[in-house]
């Protein structure tokens, strides 16, 4: 088969080979959809132990203790402060944390992730931030705002989503969400795009351009299986990412709304696309994977 190349935005570099080849974002990189990374997982040994020779570990005052930080790299030039740290990663996990108010009594409390690489250590904390009524009453289609703070508690990255039509028979007002970083500097949109049958959302940058895809399954089902939301270019050609839903195990997924994610993608892609799919990823859990009560 005839390959495809492709130059991605804000990257350096070109990427060759054929949509059902895609490189380490293939099938073949099973990682990615599988638990592995994940406490209890069948290959939890990936998680270097603290002190590892060439992976210095650290835990920061006055933030959540129990899980080594990652340190900061070198900022790039012409980085927003704080996205330094996407600039050596190619493999985002993130984890929500059970909240026992959900558990014990049903009331939608405000969601909270840890932002981790491929060796466990912690890059961001995530906290949404909404009141009682707005949580409860609008469940899943709730607007909000996440916060994102690094490891000395800075917000670096704000996520902004209004309130929006969660019908998929409504071709209008349909779901968006705003990345800034730092807060009140848009880097980049995610915009879901109407389709009878699919899942498929556009990731634009700061001035609204199309950049690159995202497509999912015609139905969103997590059960006993992750899902995986292909980012592609915006022919729909090249697999450039990918952004998977894991499977928790039968009680996290029957008594929590807790989710875990994992997001691929060229480890020189620009810092600012590479937040802007991690608010793709959030946009994604609260509307398919966050249970409505």
């Known amino acids: 088969m005839k390959p495809f190349q492709i130059h991605l935005p804000g990257s350096s570099r070109h990427i060759v080979y054929p949509k059902h080849q895609a490189g380490h974002i293939g099938k073949q990189a099973g990682h990615l959809g599988s638990q592995a990374f994940y406490p209890g997982g069948q290959h939890s040994y990936l998680v270097p132990p603290a002190g590892t020779a060439g992976i210095p570990v650290q835990n920061q005052p006055g933030r959540p203790a129990g899980v080594p930080w990652m340190p900061a790299p070198p900022p790039p030039l012409n980085c927003p402060p704080g996205l330094e740290y996407l600039s050596q990663i190619d493999m985002i996990l993130i ?8 558990v014990l009594f049903s009331f939608e409390s405000s969601n909270v992730y840890d932002i981790k690489n491929s060796f466990g250590q912690r890059i961001y904390f995530a906290a949404e931030d909404t009141n009682f009524c707005t949580r409860n009453c609008c469940g899943r289609s709730r607007p909000f705002t996440l916060r994102i703070t690094d490891n ?3 917000e670096v990255i704000t996520l902004e989503r209004p309130l929006r039509c969660n019908c998929c028979c409504c071709p209008c007002c349909l779901q968006e969400i705003e990345i800034q970083a730092p807060p009140g500097v848009p880097v980049g949109y995610v915009t879901q795009t109407w389709h009878p049958c699919l899942t498929k959302f556009t990731i634009k940058n700061q001035n609204r351009e199309d950049v690159l895809k995202i497509s999912g399954p015609c139905i969103v089902c997590s059960c006993f299986a992750g899902v995986d939301f292909e980012i592609t270019s915006l022919d729909e050609q090249m697999v450039v990412g990918r952004i998977s ?13 807790a989710d875990n994610f994992g997001i ?6 620009d810092v600012k696309l590479k937040a802007v799919m991690i608010g ?3 946009l994604i ?8 009560r």
């Open 264 to 269: 691929q993608f060229p480890r020189d892609l």
């Open 280 to 282: 793709a990823c959030f």
């Open 95 to 102: 984890h929500q944390q059970i909240e026992l108010l959900e």
């Open 152 to 154: 000395v508690g800075r």
């Open 285 to 292: 859990d609260y509307m398919f994977f966050e249970r409505t």
């Open 245 to 257: 839903k894991h499977w928790s195990g039968l009680l996290r997924e029957a008594f929590t709304d």
